[in-house]
């Protein structure tokens, strides 16, 4: 500080190299150039911690996106592990696809589903991930590379994540048609979604998709009101009831929305539907407090009523799950020290803490094989091999969540993966479908 | 020149309010004017001159209905908003004798907005819900056999938390208007031998029309424009025009959105230079 020419990166940098208590006003100003190159150096080869030292400490990554993964537990481990801040917002996802596209300075890393990046990536206002730089890259299950779980599996339909997961180059906005160098997300989560029930209040076994329009179920049902999942919903019922035989679900024709959205608006006006929600606090609460008995529901959100003591399940359906996946994208102003502490914490995701952490919320981890060292047997089989639990399984927060001998909604991860109908989707007639949307919600 | 010194200073005070308003409120809807005409895509909107936006907005069904919509709420706030406050102030400016007693009791009207407008209505949610304080009351006391569904998530309940939460606006200009009528005009009636009817028909009524027309254009304005109490209390299946608009803004439809907030501002304002027409507002104050 006593050379006023050293600016506080500077200053910074030169905390790297020099011993935390021996004084920078004798050692700093000689050699400042020489360990300034050094730094810099250094940065330039992206390796695990090492790199970081002390100058990381004063970067702050913002990243923003949807509750399901804003995690203040992930952004302390990230301190600790790591050394720099993460900032986290959460928000709906409209709101999460609104700001990344018209707010592009305002975070450094967006927490987004696949179907958003199908519609930011194209404004140019993030930039690919070079997969050289990750680490744990081969980690990543095949899922989100050529789409399949195994090899003999079927690509399900709708925005599945690999055919917006790669751009052919690093200033391409177009994606790739196969996996390239260039990742427009790292994958971190996903899950196979599909109702969600209160078994003591419906009093009959579902089993479809259709049953959520059962007349038995008046004004007791619920869906959510984000046109691009919804619409996903809305499609699942629409097949499952034989009113209508979709080409593609994750693409529909204008005539396929059109009756979609019809026999929606009919059950509407029916009083089929009590209420409809857009964020995962509404759906808690309507379930827990019996508002609503069958309704669309997240897997959290399951839990979330289970930990009130209510029962509720999460019901696997013969017709299939709605599944989504969510990543990690760079913002495109990031760059120098920023964008590597960005490349360092996506990696660091990638590495099996935070791939545990969300498994014992019920999501998956994009990176199975790291996240199994940082979970128990048990846990590992409750959560993904569907096996009886042998003692008790707590949230990641250590409340208790499932006793022993319970066995997770819907089996094993591959299973529920692997049983995929489709993924939530940004469609070709997306114009229209919100449109219609539209109108089902005022009608 | 016509413009003598003393009004050229008048000019100098009025030019920073002038300078605001032009700022924060004229550019605005400028731009938003503009932004209507323009065309858009998933993820950007795209500079143009098409009317496409407006002739969805005014053919759509949808519109029309969220219209109907927005006007059974606007007047059926209005109606139970002025009945409650006119009765309210009317109680408080001429049953209440002693001044302290009468700032008392006005204060104590205030005591709810002390809370915002979310937590007043969010706390509407446990007492109307199907399994809530008031059907389960019902349920226990015999009335009914059947929890009453209409309760929330309805149009009963979002008139309902207009009226809560909106009373006070009107209960505030009436009483105002009420205290400076002239207690010795209502002697007069009496001893002219008029009717407690004939006196608040007569005398109350006319006299504080200033009170009722600007509670009316509060009300109005801020039911208009709503979509919160609409959200929350109609549990996403009732919808009015703010509703519509605050889809379009989160689905980033910009000029559609552009497009309906001009159609609703004008909407407004012709409602509000009607209201004007019935009374003069500045020399009534």
């Known amino acids: ?222 869906i959510l009101n984000i046109p691009a999942i919804g619409i996903m919903d809305a499609a699942m019922i629409c097949e499952a009831m034989g009113e209508i035989t979709y080409g593609d679900k994750g693409n529909m024709t204008k005539d396929e929305i059109n009756k979609t959205m019809a026999i929606l608006t009919d059950a509407k006006k029916a009083g089929q539907f009590r209420a409809f929600w857009k964020s995962f606090d509404e759906s808690v609460n309507l379930m827990a407090s019996g508002e609503v008995v069958i309704q669309s529901m997240w897997s959290p959100a399951v839990a979330a009523v289970r930990s009130r003591g209510i029962a509720c399940k999460y019901q696997p359906l013969k017709e299939g799950y709605r599944a989504w996946g969510g990543g990690l994208g760079l913002a495109g102003h990031l760059s120098g020290l920023e964008l590597e502490a960005a490349y360092e914490y996506i990696d660091w995701y990638l590495s099996g803490w935070v791939g545990a952490y969300l498994n014992r919320q019920g999501y998956y981890s994009a990176a199975p094989s790291t996240s199994k060292a940082f979970m128990t047997d048990d846990e590992w089989g409750y959560w993904i091999e569907g096996k009886p639990a042998q003692g008790a399984i707590l949230s990641p927060t250590g409340d208790l969540m499932e006793k022993a001998g319970a066995v997770r909604d819907g089996g094993s991860y591959w299973d529920r993966m692997g049983a995929v109908a489709c993924w939530n989707s940004v469609m070709d007639e997306n114009r229209h479908m919100i449109r219609k949307w539209n109108e089902f919600i005022v009608s | 020149m016509l413009i003598n010194t003393k009004n050229v200073s008048s000019y100098w005070q009025s030019l920073p309010l002038t300078l605001v308003l032009m700022t924060f409120l004229v550019f605005p809807l400028f731009v938003i004017t503009v932004v209507s005409f323009w065309d858009y895509n998933e993820y950007s909107i795209i500079p143009d001159f098409i009317f496409d936006n407006y002739e969805y907005l005014l053919t759509s069904k949808v519109t029309w209905l969220a219209y109907v919509n927005t006007f059974k709420y606007a007047f059926l706030a209005w109606l139970l908003t002025l009945l409650i406050g006119f009765t309210v102030a009317y ?165 559609a959105a552009a497009a309906g907030a001009v159609v609703l501002l004008f909407t407004v304002i012709l409602i509000l230079v009607i209201l004007f027409r019935l009374v003069d507002i500045r020399k009534e104050l």
């Not at chain 2, 109307?128 to 569904?149: V, Y």
């Not at chain 2, 009420?178 to 010795?184: F, G, L, Q, V, Y």
């Open chain 1, 1 to 222: 500080m006593t050379d006023s020419k050293i600016t506080p990166e500077t200053q910074v940098a030169l905390d790297t190299d020099v011993p935390k208590e021996s004084s920078t006003k004798e050692t700093g100003v000689l050699s400042r150039r020489t360990l300034l190159k050094g730094a810099v150096g250094a940065t330039a080869i992206s390796g695990f911690p090492m790199i970081w030292a002390q100058n990381i400490k004063d970067v702050t990554l913002r990243q923003f996106g949807t509750g399901v993964s804003n995690l203040n537990a992930i952004a302390d481990k990230c301190k600790e592990d790591l050394g720099f801040n993460l900032q986290l917002t959460s928000l709906d996802s409209d709101s999460v696809t609104q700001r990344a596209i018209t707010q592009p300075k305002s975070y450094d890393i967006a927490d987004i589903e696949y179907w958003i990046c199908k519609k930011v990536f194209p404004s140019g206002n993030m930039q690919p991930l070079d997969v050289r730089k990750l680490k744990n890259f081969d980690k990543i299950s095949p899922l989100f590379i050529n789409g399949k779980l195994t090899k003999d599996s079927t690509i399900a339909q709708g925005t599945a994540p690999h055919t917006v997961g790669f751009v052919e180059s690093k200033d391409s906005t177009s994606f790739a048609k196969a996996p390239t160098d260039w990742m427009t997300l790292v994958p971190t989560i996903y899950n196979a979604d599909t109702l969600g029930i209160r078994p003591d209040l419906v009093g009959r076994d579902i089993t479809s998709w259709a049953d959520i329009m059962d007349p038995a179920f008046k004004g007791k049902a619920s």
């Open chain 2, 91 to 255: 109680f408080l400016a001429f049953h209440i004798k002693t001044n302290g007693m009468q700032t008392l009791l006005f204060l104590i009207c205030t005591i709810p907005f002390l809370t915002s407008n979310i937590i007043r209505m969010i706390s509407w949610i446990p007492l109307l819900g199907r399994n809530g304080l008031i059907n389960s009351g019902l349920q226990s006391a015999g009335l009914t056999d059947a929890p009453l569904e209409f309760l929330l998530y309805s149009d009963f309940a979002i008139v309902l938390a207009y009226v809560h939460l909106y009373t006070l606006f009107m209960v505030v200009p009436i009483f105002n208007s009420m205290m400076r009528i002239d207690k010795s005009l209502i002697e007069a009636a009496i001893d002219a031998g008029a009717k407690p009817y004939h006196i608040l028909r007569d005398v109350v009524i006319p006299l504080s029309k200033s009170g009722i027309i600007i509670g009316s254009i509060f009300v109005f304005t801020l039911v208009m424009g709503d979509f919160v109490t609409v959200k929350i209390m109609g549990g996403g299946i009732r919808a009015n025009i703010a509703t519509l608009i605050y889809n379009e803004i989160s689905l980033l439809q910009y000029p």
